[in-house]
């Protein structure tokens, strides 16, 4: 997966509570095993009225969220089913942040094995984000992961916290896949010995 180091970018407001991974990326859109080509079918729901048009209320249709990096989030974001497809989906369309007060853990979870980086924040600090977050186009926020802060458009930073190990595999690009292949010549040498010693298995 590709490293997190440093995004600016605008952010999204989703004032909204509990958005489930139903609502990130419905059923329909489950048959695919493929990481790419869900972005189409982020918040489709929402998005879209029925008869296919943009839902010109929805915060992404409007002209200055469009190309959003970050969503700023109510409590309980990526609730409900644990489909891995909803990063995937989020991903596909750009947003490589979301910040929140909270997240469902298997959501959570599969945010950092997919290159989503998942931000807990204090209420207060959510209030202040969200209020930069609806200055629109104008106003965008920088993260920097190696120093765990969050730069607002007037200069103000809000700290968050992370555990370390997933800090590393973020900032190194490194999936449990990309974390097993860094021990490939130690599994080789293992392999290997292990074929001497008993050859006949």
């Known amino acids: 997966m590709d490293k997190f180091t440093t995004l600016e970018g605008v952010a999204a407001p989703m004032k909204i509570r509990n958005i489930d991974t139903d609502m990130i990326v419905p059923k329909q859109y489950l048959k695919t095993i493929k990481r790419t080509g869900l972005g189409k079918g982020l918040f489709s729901e929402m998005r879209y009225k029925e008869d296919g048009s943009e839902n010109p209320d929805f915060i992404l249709n409007k002209p200055a969220y469009r190309n959003a990096k970050i969503i700023v989030a109510e409590d309980n974001f990526g609730c409900g089913s644990s489909r891995e497809h909803a990063p995937w989906a989020l991903l596909d369309y750009g947003i490589r942040c979301v910040i929140s007060t909270s997240f469902a853990d298997i959501f959570f979870n599969n945010c950092f094995q997919n290159g989503v980086l998942p931000i807990k924040v204090s209420r207060e600090d959510l209030d202040k984000l969200m209020d930069d977050a609806e200055r629109g186009s104008n106003a965008t926020l920088s993260i920097d992961l190696e120093?765990?802060?969050?730069?607002?458009?007037?200069?103000?930073?809000?700290?968050?916290?992370?555990?370390?190990?997933?800090?590393?595999?973020?900032?190194?690009?490194?999936?449990?896949?990309?974390?097993?292949?860094?021990?490939?010549?130690?599994?080789?040498?293992?392999?290997?010995?292990?074929?001497?010693e008993r050859p006949w298995m």
Do not use: W
């Not at 968050?160 to 021990?183: A, E, S, V």
């Open 147 to 196: 120093k765990q802060e969050i730069r607002g458009p007037d200069g103000g930073v809000v700290k968050f916290d992370i555990d370390p190990f997933r800090k590393h595999c973020m900032l190194n690009g490194l999936d449990d896949i990309g974390l097993t292949m860094t021990k490939a010549k130690a599994l080789d040498g293992y392999e290997s010995q292990r074929k001497a």
